[in-house]
């Protein structure tokens, strides 16, 4: 038994210097390289680059090809985003998802501290007089995200509330609801505090 255990011990620190080593070496590609000048070394983020470490890989995957497809729509998007992603395949989306999602995320810890608990009730209780449903529906208890649904945690005040205003702008039309109802509901205060809330979370 002591044997196997040791051989089980063995081969599951083989596997991970071999995911370091996988890691390290998409780190040096010319891929990488290209979104790290804006979302930064570790993909911590740049303003207004959002944070890609620990961000979830089918999110990450979903949004590249919503890029491609033209269907994320917003000005920076159209400036930064259609262009970068024009010439990725399926295989090089779904190698940077699987890259940035792996990395560990900072939270930004930037939004106005007043504003928190007010932010952590939307986001946990919704608002049932508007008929807004609870964040935490779909986004989970600590706002980790699943699946294609992203994981908000400690994302940047700055970004959070840029794209909570541009759900209730009209951009991003061609993708599913809630998004789009939640968002037009939300008051200027209400956007600010949930941003804010969800910057510190870790």
């Not at 959002?50 to 917003?74: C, M, N, W």
């Given at each position: 038994?002591?044997m196997?255990?040791?051989?089980?011990?063995?081969?599951?620190v083989?596997?991970?210097?071999l995911?370091i080593?996988?890691?390290?070496?998409?780190?040096e590609?010319?891929?990488?390289?290209?979104?790290?000048?804006c979302?930064g070394g570790?993909a911590?983020?740049?303003?207004?680059?959002?944070?890609l470490?620990?961000?979830?890989?089918?999110y990450i995957?979903?949004?590249?090809?919503s890029?491609?497809k033209?269907?994320?729509?917003?000005?920076f998007?159209?400036?930064?985003m259609?262009g970068?992603?024009?010439?990725?395949?399926?295989?090089a989306v779904?190698?940077?998802a699987?890259?940035?999602?792996?990395?560990?995320?900072?939270p930004?810890?930037?939004?106005?501290?007043?504003?928190?608990?007010?932010?952590?009730?939307i986001y946990?209780?919704?608002?049932?007089?508007?008929?807004i449903a609870a964040?935490?529906?779909?986004?989970?208890?600590?706002?980790?995200?699943?699946?294609?649904i992203?994981?908000?945690?400690g994302?940047?005040y700055?970004?959070l509330k840029?794209?909570l205003?541009?759900?209730?702008e009209?951009y991003?039309?061609?993708?599913?609801a809630?998004?789009?109802?939640?968002?037009?509901?939300l008051?200027?205060?209400?956007?600010?505090?949930l941003a804010?809330?969800?910057?510190?979370?870790?």
């Amino acid at each position: 038994m002591q044997m196997k255990s040791n051989h089980t011990k063995t081969a599951a620190v083989a596997f991970a210097a071999l995911v370091i080593s996988v890691l390290v070496g998409h780190a040096e590609s010319p891929g990488i390289r290209n979104c790290t000048w804006c979302h930064g070394g570790s993909a911590q983020g740049y303003t207004p680059a959002p944070r890609l470490a620990g961000q979830r890989a089918g999110y990450i995957e979903q949004q590249l090809v919503s890029f491609g497809k033209h269907t994320r729509d917003s000005p920076f998007s159209r400036q930064y985003m259609w262009g970068a992603t024009a010439t990725l395949s399926p295989q090089a989306v779904r190698d940077l998802a699987l890259y940035f999602s792996q990395l560990p995320p900072r939270p930004a810890n930037d939004g106005d501290r007043e504003l928190v608990a007010a932010g952590e009730a939307i986001y946990q209780r919704g608002i049932p007089e508007a008929n807004i449903a609870a964040c935490v529906a779909c986004h989970g208890p600590k706002a980790e995200g699943v699946g294609a649904i992203p994981r908000l945690s400690g994302l940047a005040y700055t970004y959070l509330k840029r794209r909570l205003e541009q759900w209730s702008e009209g951009y991003h039309g061609a993708l599913p609801a809630p998004m789009p109802h939640i968002a037009r509901n939300l008051s200027r205060s209400q956007i600010e505090g949930l941003a804010s809330y969800l910057s510190f979370v870790k």
